[in-house]
DNA sequence: CACACGAAAGTAGTCCGACCACTCCTGAGG
DNA sequence: CCTCAGGAGTGGTCGGACTACTTTCGTGTG
């Protein structure tokens, strides 16, 4: 009778934890290297398979990275490299909780963007500027690029805030699937030109370093696409 | 997609995309069961080892749920499940990245109390305001309670926004180690009187169902840590 | 001596088969 | 009808063998 809820915890998860403190405790640090899977099961007393699943957990997380033929190296843990399985929701996301992430957007990019215009060097508004122009490119032509630079476009003025674990946040909220369908959608509703005319509106408030603007541009942007978002899910009855 | 020359993913990778695509096109549905292990590394033509890596990796990703003996099962892929391991980010942050995930919080926190203030309703502003006494119970004792208390007075806040994702995040934002160092930190300097005022203060925002005073205090209470840490880090010589 | 090349050692990746631990269903017994 | 022991099915763990890749180092050539 002697607590019969002892711990439960698997062996796996015994090793991840392990692996875990070696890292908390300074035995390995960022960028250095492992000792082998067969070391490392036989000095935890687990079996290998186990070892590698526990290894493929802590990959999965940012945390470790595996290098075939090479080692099992600690990541330079980063916040994109922690939060890289970040963009696991918008890939999957979909009805309500769409909604629930762009407000959440709607949260986070007018204050980015505001603190953008303040931060942001020559470099990055060059980029920005030529990602606005690669937007534009194609006139009606909705390829696959324009998706692809408008993505870019606010990632990088993210980025430009110098704040990197805003930047992986953001992106993570940011899908380029879901990007393809506001653009498809708003050309069938012949509403393009209010897109670009955001984001022309977004770039000029950046060079004119007006915070306030860019949060104010920011805003409208996000709600016109959070409502688009709303039009969309009320016409579809089947939202899985 | 379609890859012919590369080819170069592993075969758990493989494993791991082909569910992924079992799950998006509605093969499997959220809480639904797959396959037996054996069964779908026949189906796909791996080893069981391989594909229980796979599954190990989408049980990380919090997409798939393993239960012994009983099956392995989709989660509800709700926020809360895939942003489980968003809290690995606020575990090992240290330094100049715990200065940024502040930023985010000054941007997120403020939006949500305000959206709070108009949403919440009475049993969530009842369970509200029995942690802020949670919190005041120990005059002066910093017991782990307190610490607790806080941290679900402000996971209690952001979830009555409605919005899971928002709670999700937030709450990867969050840490009990980092809150606990907050506190004394804040009695080393005799300032917990301004911590118990700024969440007094959020209370009785929330009650008053003021958004805009709602958002104003949380920003001050965050400004508050976040100029504490800065003033800590500065301290310490040593940078991460 | 400098450099390129190939062999060899070491590492992660994959596969197989066996057994253990747990859960769930079934059917006999009360 | 309920209870509970048993069995079938499932994930969890193990050990070993083999493959594919990377790195290193010694050898040979220029």
Redesign the pocket.
Known sequence: MSDPDGE?T?????AVDRIKAMISTGEVGPGE???????L?ARL?????????A??ALTTLGVLE???????YVTALRPADLLETFSVLAEVSQGRTLLEVLQVRRMLEPAATALAAARAGAEDLDRIGALLDRMEGGPDVLCDDTVTADLGFHQAIVASTGNATLAAINDGLSSHTFNARVWAGHREAGLTAELREDHRRIHEALVARDPEAARAVATTHVLRVERWLGAELAEGTTEG
Chains 1, 2 share one sequence.
């Open positions: 439960r698997s062996v796996t998860q015994r290297r492992l000792p082998t899977e067969r070391d099961s007393g687990v079996s290998r398979s186990s070892m590698r699943e290894i493929r595996s290098r075939h033929g090479a080692g099992v």
